[in-house]
């Protein structure tokens, strides 16, 4: 009976925790339901080469990261050196897919900063994007050799989650 | 100078926004109803308090153009809605399907009231417990008739 008094100040508390918890995380990072589910069927010219085509079919048999950017996408200049030091790793090749861009745009940026991709998709109006479930330039994948997505990271990758996430993953799917 | 480099500026960005409206594909007021429809029902996920069908971002614009494409392919509104949630997860969705993961969400306010409800009830009965019954004896009965009546008395009595 004496402690009756404390159930508001547990309520308050408890109110106090789920706020904490929901004003911590970030608003804009979803659940994406392409997780565990065939990497989306798309055939779509290169950047560099226009007159050859890409198609996720061709890295069947391979670990590799897809990679959603654009020159336009600020995030994605920052994300730039990250994605140089995935690719030195040469622990999976590196696909870029150019969204909603122009194409000497795209390429002069390469030429400034540097190209980490094996090669670029270009995704002009952006149909393989949506198909992609992509919402916000640069998001990150990581396909198995199945075809399969089992990662996905919305907005600019950092050596943290290179390091902590990305290539322990890599190199589990690796092995299988 | 300045101004005229500031009206340059002001041109080239009126520009730059008529280049950026997306070019409606169907001009036929039944399409755009239904692609209203459909949109008024899905957030926008660059600007996640706006709904698809008033949001102006690109992205946006592409999805409602790729719903118009849909409705003219004769798409139902069902199959339309299971290839938004398939690409970006039933968040897309203001009304979330009732599945177990949202029973929570659709129930707890509910839950929550009859918690209340019966939380009001036990403090009700318990008040009324508290007041004890005190039962009046006839001397009790006599005495508070005479006191009314005299209180009736000097009512009458005063001018």
Redesign the interface.
Known sequence: MKMKFLIPLVLFVLLVIFLAIGLNRD??E?????INKPAPAFEIAQLSESNKTFSPASMKGKVWVLNVWASWCVACREEHPVLVELAKSQLAPVIGLDY?DQRQDALAMLARQGNPYLLSAFDA???V????????VPETYVIDKAGIIRFKHIGPITMDLLNQKMYPLISELQKL | MKQIALIALCLFSLGASFAKEATPLADDPVTEQRLISISEEMRC??C?NESLAGSRS??AN??RQ?IRIQIKEGKSDDQIRNFM???????VLYRPPVKPITWLLWIGPFVLLLIGIAGLFTYLRRRNAAVSNIVLSDDDNQRIDALLKNAEQDKKGVP
């Open positions: 608003p804009h979803l659940p994406s339901p392409l909603r109006n952006g149909r994007g949506i198909d992609y479930g992509v919402y916000g | 996920l660059v996640q690109d992205l592409d999805l790729e949630v398939e690409r970006y997860g039933d968040f």
